[in-house]
């Protein structure tokens, strides 16, 4: 199944993919997080009944496909070539860090461009949607947490990342990243370590990497994350990006308003957003309105 969370209306609804519409769920469960902690086959059932009200996707806002997770765990240096184009000695445990659900966007929206920073770098990755909640969960057991797959692009703004040790500022501008276009269920990918990850910008293709590369696969890193912190339905865990990234190119190559992104991983869908210069504060437009 293709799960999608979407607006319409001021209205926010999620539902299941079929064709050119979505089955709107958002009469049985609120949002896709609650939904998730009945399991995938209920949801299906659901889906599957008679009668239940059905949109057309054209004319909607998509969102990320779980808009309001508990938690957003994001992994650096996990492509033992994009250690090496960043310098680096490889990890010997995973280097992770926190985003805030407001720092993405859905498929298709505009993602900003900070006004602080000329340095927006791009950053295309397979991301993991936990469906069933966990503790100390073993390597062995991991794969049987995860609700499904969605395209990621994870972006950074390099000179605030760069500021000092911890990666937070850089990682956590509004609208710098997307997600979606929607979440694949684990049944229809079967082994994730299969799929293939590319980004492409303005058409190029700059990144290509292959999940079964990954320094810490994904079972490892939900067994590493889970020893620390609980897991629940609807959690975001990212797993990484391949070599390529603009800050490593030379000349570097950054993102700027007009430029469109693309991730593409078969199998589970393509993201694409537009990058557009991040506006202007409200206060600010007032005041030279007033100038």
């Known amino acids: 199944m293709k799960l999608m969370s979407f607006e319409q209306r001021g209205r926010q609804a999620w539902g299941v993919v079929r064709g050119e519409e979505v089955v709107d769920l958002s009469g049985v469960w609120p949002d896709l997080r609650t939904a998730l902690e009945d399991g ?20 909607l806002q998509w969102l990320p496909p779980v808009p309001n997770p508990r938690k957003i765990l994001c992994v650096g240096l996990n492509y033992g070539r994009h250690v090496l184009e960043a310098g680096r000695e490889l990890p010997a445990h995973p280097s992770l860090f926190i985003r805030y659900a407001d720092s993405f966007v859905g498929h298709g929206q505009d993602m900003w461009k900070p006004r602080a920073s000329d340095r927006y770098d791009y950053e295309g990755e397979l991301a993991v949607v936990i469906g069933r909640a966990g503790r100390h969960i073993a390597a062995r057991d991991a794969l049987s947490h995860v609700a499904g797959y969605t395209c990621m692009a994870e972006n950074s703004v390099r000179d605030f990342q760069k500021h000092n040790a911890q990666v937070t500022p850089g990682k956590n501008f509004e609208r710098s990243g997307a997600l979606g276009p929607w979440l694949v269920t684990a049944d229809e990918i079967g082994d994730p370590a299969r799929l293939r990850v590319m980004t492409r910008l303005n058409g190029e293709t700059l990144q290509q990497g ?13 067994a590493y994350i889970s020893a620390f912190t609980p897991l629940s339905p609807g959690d975001v865990i990212a ?12 000349p570097p190559r950054f993102m700027a308003a007009g430029d469109t992104l693309e991730v593409d991983i078969p199998g589970v869908g393509t993201l694409v957003n537009r990058v557009a210069d991040e506006p202007a504060p409200a206060h600010q437009e007032q005041g030279d309105a007033h100038g």
């Open 40 to 59: 995938a086959g209920r949801i299906a059932r659901e889906a599957d009944r008679a009668g239940m009200p059905c949109t057309p996707l054209a004319g």
């Open 210 to 222: 292959e999940v079964s590369d990954l320094i810490f696969p994904i079972a490892e890193l939900i």
């Open 239 to 250: 797993t990484g990006t391949p070599e390529g990234v603009g800050s490593s190119r030379k």
